[in-house]
C-alpha cells in the first residue's frame, strides 16, 4: 500500500492533496463520502467552470472580425510554408457568421411548420422524426442557398485570384500593449495550470 502511493500519478491522474488522508465516511448502506473523490470531482469542476467563464469572457469582449483578424495574424507565420491561411481565416469567419443565421432560419423554418399543424411533441416516435423532417430538410436548403449566393458573391469580388495581396480596411499592428496583454494571459494560463 506505501510503495502504490509512493507511486508517481499517471497523465490524466489528479492528486487529491490534502483530502487524501480522510477516510471515506459512510452515509446511507453501502453509500457513503469519499473525500479524495470529492477533492477530483472539484477540481474538473473548477476546471470547467473557469474555461466557460473564459470562452464568455472572450465571447463578450471581441467581436467575431477582431477573433478573425487575431486567427489570421497568429497564423501569419505559416504563410511561408504554403498554408492558405488568409483562406483560413475567412473560413472561420464565415463559420462564426452562419452560426446566428442558421440558428434565425431554424425558428424560421419551425415556425412556419409549426403553423401548418406539424406536431413536433406528440405521437410515436417515427411521427415526431417524420415532423422534424420537414424542418430540417427545408433548413439545409435554404442554407445550401444562402451558401451558393456567398459563392457567387464572393465570386464575383473575385476572391481567391491568384497574386493578389489581401488588403484590411483596420491593418493592425502588434503594439505594446497587446504585447502586455498577452504576457499576462500566457502568466495567468501558466499559474492556473500549475496551481490546479
Known amino acids: 500500500g506505501q510503495a502504490a ?7 490524466g491522474d489528479v492528486s487529491a492533496g490534502v483530502l487524501a488522508a480522510w477516510e471515506p465516511v459512510a452515509l446511507i448502506g453501502s453509500f457513503g463520502l469519499v473525500p479524495a473523490g470529492l477533492a477530483r470531482g472539484l477540481f474538473f469542476a473548477v476546471r470547467i467552470v473557469l474555461l466557460v467563464v473564459a470562452s464568455l ?3 463578450y469582449t471581441t467581436t467575431s472580425t477582431e477573433l478573425t483578424d487575431a486567427l489570421g495574424f497568429f497564423l501569419r507565420p505559416l504563410k511561408r510554408l ?6 483560413i481565416a475567412m473560413v472561420f469567419s464565415l463559420a462564426l457568421r452562419f452560426i446566428p443565421v442558421t440558428a434565425e ?3 424560421r423554418v419551425h415556425d412556419a411548420q409549426w403553423a401548418r399543424g406539424a406536431s413536433f411533441a ?6 415526431r422524426l417524420r415532423a422534424w423532417q420537414t424542418v430540417l430538410i427545408p433548413l439545409f436548403v435554404g442554407l445550401f442557398r444562402r451558401a451558393d449566393s456567398l459563392a457567387v458573391a ?5 476572391y481567391g485570384a491568384p497574386d493578389v495581396e489581401r ?3 483596420a491593418p493592425r499592428a502588434f503594439s505594446g500593449r497587446s ?6 494571459g500566457l502568466l495567468a494560463c501558466i499559474g492556473l495550470a500549475v496551481w490546479l
Do not use: I, K, N
Open 5 to 11: 502511493s509512493a507511486a508517481p500519478l499517471a497523465l
Open 57 to 59: 469572457t472572450v465571447t
Open 82 to 87: 504554403g498554408v492558405p491561411t488568409d483562406d
Open 105 to 107: 432560419e431554424f425558428g
Open 122 to 127: 406528440e405521437g410515436s416516435l417515427w411521427e
Open 154 to 158: 464572393m465570386d464575383a469580388r473575385c
Open 167 to 169: 488588403t484590411s480596411l
Open 179 to 184: 504585447g502586455l496583454v498577452l504576457a499576462v
